[in-house]
């Protein structure tokens, strides 16, 4: 639990610039799954000051995004790749053929194949050595909304009701929010090295009490988490603040 959501940034950061570095000393490639929304951001802030004044390099990063929205054409203002490039990407010297994003653009036909080669692609680099997760409101990590098996996989799902209503200030209304989105799986995000969860502001408190204190439960997908040794939770003072 961190003062405030500078400090929780700073030190997520830091946690990923040592994957980083730690993999790059090894001659090897640093395998990150990386989160979207309002949560990361102060992360991607402090990785990029990172690469632009302390040496940090992306050369040997390799990434795979939790989530896309589908329909969504990556050049829309709303799309994740638009969020990747405008928050980190841009500002970074990752070789972009380093960079998975799932593709929302996919025929409907096209989609299961897609999500069988996301997760192919994620186990030929080795797994991933760290995967950042923000969480939504319903107790979603990724776009696997209550419901969600804990073996499932990269796959397209229906968004919950309050999921799109969250999403509809970037949308000008939560009718213009896609309904489905291309997401990881939960057992895709459970078998990653190490797993970061991070939540900021009171707006998560409610759904981190039940996350991390309540029944582990299909109905809130991020209770799946407890049974990992290999989780770190990273909240602020407000998101911490219904835990006892
Ligand atoms: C984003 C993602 C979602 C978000 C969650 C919280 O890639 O997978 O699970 O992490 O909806 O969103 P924010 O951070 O905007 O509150």
Same mark, same amino acid.
């Given at each position: /639990?961190?003062? $405030? &959501?500078? /400090? ?8 990923? *610039? !040592? ?8 001659? +090897? ?21 990172? @690469? ?6 992306? +050369? ?12 969504? @054409? ?7 790749? !638009? ?6 990407? $841009? ?7 380093? /960079? @998975? ?9 096209? /989609? @299961?194949?897609? #999500? ?14 760290? +995967? ?11 776009? $696997? ?5 804990? #073996?499932?996989?990269?796959?397209? %799902? ?9 999403? !509809? ?6 009718? =213009? ?9 939960? +057992? ?13 502001? &009171? ?5 981190? &009490?039940?996350?991390? =204190?309540? *029944? ?14 290999? %989780? ?6 407000? *998101? ?5």
């Amino acid at each position: /639990i961190y003062e $405030n &959501q500078e /400090i929780a940034s700073a030190y997520v950061a830091n946690r990923i *610039a !040592s994957v980083i570095v730690t993999k790059q000393e090894q001659g +090897q490639k640093a395998i990150l799954g990386l989160a979207t929304g309002s949560t990361p951001k102060g992360v991607y802030k402090e990785l990029v000051r990172l @690469h632009k004044y302390e040496g940090l390099s992306f +050369q040997n990063v390799v990434t795979f995004n939790l989530d896309e929205y589908y329909p969504m @054409h990556p050049v829309e203002e709303q799309s994740y790749v !638009s969020f990747m490039k405008s928050n980190l990407f $841009n500002y970074i010297d990752i070789p972009k053929q380093n /960079i @998975h994003i799932p593709d929302g653009t996919l025929s409907m036909e096209a /989609i @299961h194949a897609y #999500c069988d080669l996301y997760e192919k692609k994620i186990a030929d680099f080795g797994g991933l050595d760290m +995967q950042l997760l923000g969480i939504g409101r319903t107790g979603h990590i990724g776009f $696997n909304e209550p419901g969600s098996g804990d #073996c499932s996989k990269t796959r397209l %799902v229906t968004l919950n009701d309050l999921t799109r209503e969250d999403a !509809s200030g970037d949308f000008g209304g939560k009718e =213009k929010v896609p309904a489905q989105a291309i997401t990881m799986g939960i +057992q895709t995000i459970t078998q990653a090295k190490e797993i970061i969860l991070m939540a900021l502001s &009171q707006r998560k408190a409610e759904i981190i &009490q039940k996350a991390l =204190k309540g *029944a582990i439960s299909a109905d809130i997908p991020a209770t799946y988490l407890q049974k990992l040794a290999h %989780v770190e939770y990273i909240l602020d003072k407000a *998101a911490a603040s219904l835990l006892d």
